[in-house]
């Protein structure tokens, strides 16, 4: 088996066996992609780990961030980790390589205010005001991510028990509680204005755009950046930033980590516990604005 054929079959697995994401086997077939078109090697069992160093070394001299060839460094690593269970190769060459080091960057957030400003900001009387409403209220509630939110279909919010049902990353399926004035929103605009949106009565997608087809994670991006530009936001904003909120947020007022990764669908803890940063941050900046003696 050459190495190219070799790359085609882990993708398979990816999207088949994974359920990766379109965006997630594209990003892992360009990083496949530029170590076979660098490394000059055909067979996979001819790799060493000499030829992945060289591979860290090009993409650091071609200017990628430490981020981004320690993601080139995981995809080469899932490839040959797949191709050594499969018994295509009897070692894996990337086994004795660390990943560059990357420096932990804290989340940007909302403050509360711009939160309540933000929220504010869609006329409630108006169809796509009430819309945009129940889409800004659910995100902030429950934090998902902006795929998780404009992939919802109306049987996965309960409105009668308050939460929704999201499918994260790898399909994985969660409960996260939706929060008395988001249900509230989404209860109205289902019942007051969707089915001015649903020209399809089939249509099972939750939020609609003027077409009658689910909204995209494009058209929320931009319909929320109005809001914030309305709302005197001046930072940059982005769906992610109000998932950010969401978190940081619920830790400072008291939240436990573990309830926060099952509600956000973090797979591992570590990556939740960047928001206590978040939070001991931000004390530390109230002691030395308040602190007399800072």
């Known amino acids: 088996m050459n190495l190219d054929r070799a790359c085609d079959i882990f993708i398979d697995h990816l999207k088949v066996e994974r359920n990766l994401s379109p965006n997630t086997l594209d990003g892992y077939s360009r990083d496949l992609r530029r170590f076979v078109d660098g490394s000059g090697r055909t067979s996979p069992g001819r790799v060493t ?18 981020r981004s060839r320690a993601r080139a460094l995981v995809a080469v690593r899932g490839l040959f980790r797949f191709l050594l269970g499969e018994k295509v190769i009897d070692s894996d ?38 819309r945009d409403a129940a889409m800004l209220e659910t995100l902030y509630a429950t934090g998902l991510r902006v795929s998780e939110l404009v992939g919802l279909a109306v049987d996965d919010v309960n409105l009668e028990r308050g939460y929704v049902r999201a499918f994260g990353k790898g399909r994985k399926q969660r409960l ?28 099972r997608a939750l939020f609609l755009t003027g077409r009658g087809t689910g909204m995209t994670r494009q058209g929320f991006w931009k319909l929320l950046r109005g809001y914030a530009i309305a709302a005197g936001i001046r930072k940059p904003i982005s769906p992610h930033k109000l998932r950010h909120s969401f978190a940081t947020h619920l830790i400072e007022r008291g939240a436990d980590l573990r309830s926060v990764q099952a509600m956000l ?30």
């Open 49 to 66: 780990p000499v030829d992945v160093v060289d591979h860290l070394l090009r993409l650091s001299d071609a200017g990628l961030s430490a």
């Open 93 to 130: 060459p990337t086994e004795t390589i660390d990943a560059p080091k990357i420096g932990r960057r804290l989340p940007d957030v909302l403050g509360a205010d711009e939160v309540d400003r933000l929220l504010a900001m869609p006329p409630l009387d108006a169809p796509r005001g009430a």
């Open 176 to 203: 996260v509680p939706l929060g008395e004035v988001a249900t509230d929103r989404v209860r109205e605009y289902v019942a007051d204005h969707r089915p001015s949106f649903a020209k399809n009565p089939k249509q």
């Open 265 to 294: 669908g973090h797979a591992d803890i570590t990556t939740t516990q960047i928001y206590t940063h978040v939070s001991r941050s931000r004390l530390l900046e109230v002691v030395r604005k308040h602190h007399p003696r800072s």
